[in-house]
């Protein structure tokens, strides 16, 4: 029987916690559907917890880990992306912290497709029409169009994970594919897509010629038909090539006035105020959108603008919500399986108790 470690959830993050009951854990999870305020979880910490599990809803910064100086052993967060927690912060008071890469990649790649191809195609307005009893005939062109995304050239800003899984999906979809990426760029990875082209054009699978390379960023814009956004949040102070407002007035014009953005990173990365701009002004034909500068969307959000309605469409924050890769508790399959299992390796110094090679631990330049 394992130590009886005292951890905290600040949500319930379902059946994969069954692992750590089983294993003698002495579990707290916080009660109610919402995130807890950040006083709640610094007096959880303070009451000498030994690992806090977290999702992207909590502030973790100095705060909560001076709470739990010299008890508090992990932070263990059920997503990829970890811009709430504070990496500074966590290296200055030695707390590892873990995330849930991986297991999450084809399922934010397969909605990232998904959203480009309900806007490209203007299936909610299509809907809309239908449910509201406005089909009134059929039409060559009336009352509207959507435009085929078969063919079309899209900009994949960002190739780590989830870029590399956009691409493989493009393939299927004959498209030319444009790149951008300024701190990893993965040849092999384009190489072998080039192949994969090539080899469908030889077979008669794809009828045109396609190409895959990587391009500075104004000009994967400037050609894109599809300009999809895959990078971390990185403030100015974090990164040489920082992401906060990547898009904004100066880049959307960058645009063709017939492309679509999507965004299923995170919202810091796009100003939402010049996205409104430019879809009211018809800078840009359309955006997709998952995330947003403050979650939930505010009810005063520029982007419920009546006037843009057709051609923004918004979801909440939904691009891993898919059961397996939610729930699973296979830490091969699941973001609650490697929640669960990047918690035990610290608390139970698996890997000889030395961070630096726990596969989930994020912070490693720490120890
Ligand atoms: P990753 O770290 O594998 O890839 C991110 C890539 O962005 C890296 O290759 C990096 O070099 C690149 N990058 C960094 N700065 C850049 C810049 N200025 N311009 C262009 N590229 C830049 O991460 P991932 O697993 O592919 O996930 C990407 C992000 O997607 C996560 O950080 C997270 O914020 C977000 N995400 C959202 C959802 C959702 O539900 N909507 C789900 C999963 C991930």
């Known amino acids: 029987m394992a130590e009886k470690f005292r951890v905290f959830a600040t949500c319930d993050i379902g059946p994969a916690l069954e692992r750590l009951r089983q294993r003698g854990y002495y579990l707290e999870i916080h009660p109610a559907p919402e995130a807890p305020p950040k006083a709640v979880i610094i007096a959880k910490v303070a009451s000498g917890i030994d690992g806090l599990i977290t999702t992207l809803r909590d502030q973790i910064d100095a705060e909560v880990f001076s709470a739990g ?15 709430n927690i504070n990496r500074e912060d966590a290296n200055r008071f030695k707390i590892p912290f873990t995330n849930t890469a991986d297991v999450l990649t084809e399922a ?3 909605f990232a497709f998904f959203m480009l191809g309900s806007l490209a195609r203007k299936q909610w307005s299509a809907e809309q029409l239908t449910r ?8 060559p062109y009336l009352p509207f169009l959507g435009d085929e995304v078969t063919g079309k050239t899209i900009a994949v800003i960002g190739t780590g994970r989830i870029g590399l899984a956009v691409i493989k999906k493009c393939v299927g979809f004959d498209m030319n594919i444009l790149c951008y990426d300024p701190a ?47 990078v971390p949040l990185l ?25 679509f953005l999507i965004n299923t990173s995170r919202g810091p990365v796009v100003d939402e105020s010049a996205l409104a701009q430019a879809l009211r002004e018809q800078w840009i034909a359309g955006a997709a959108l998952d995330v947003y500068e403050k979650e939930p969307l505010p009810v005063d959000s520029p982007l419920r603008d009546p006037a843009i309605e057709d051609r923004c469409r918004l979801f909440p924050h939904f691009g891993s919500a898919a059961t397996i890769t939610r729930l699973s508790p ?38």
Request: proline residues 4%; aromatic residues 12%; hydrophobic residues 35%.
């Open 235 to 259: 403030r100015t102070t974090e990164s040489p090539t920082p992401t906060y407002h990547l898009f904004n007035e100066r880049t959307l014009r960058w645009m063709r006035p017939s492309a």
């Open 69 to 83: 100086q010299g008890k508090l052993r992990v932070v263990s967060q059920l997503a990829v992306g970890f811009d």
């Open 330 to 367: 296979d830490p091969d399959k699941g973001m609650a399986g490697r929640c669960v299992q990047g918690l035990i390796d610290v608390l139970e110094k698996n890997y000889g108790g030395d961070p630096k090679q726990m596969p989930y631990v994020v912070n490693k330049e720490a120890f």
């Open 108 to 110: 934010t790649a397969e």
């Open 184 to 230: 990893y760029q993965n040849h092999a990875y384009i190489r072998a897509i080039a192949e994969l082209m090539e080899l469908r054009l030889a077979r008669g699978i794809q009828k045109e010629k396609t190409r895959i390379e990587y391009v500075a960023f104004e000009e994967a814009l400037r050609q894109a038909d599809f300009v999809t956004i895959h």
């Open 132 to 139: 509201n009893n406005q089909w009134g005939f059929w039409h």
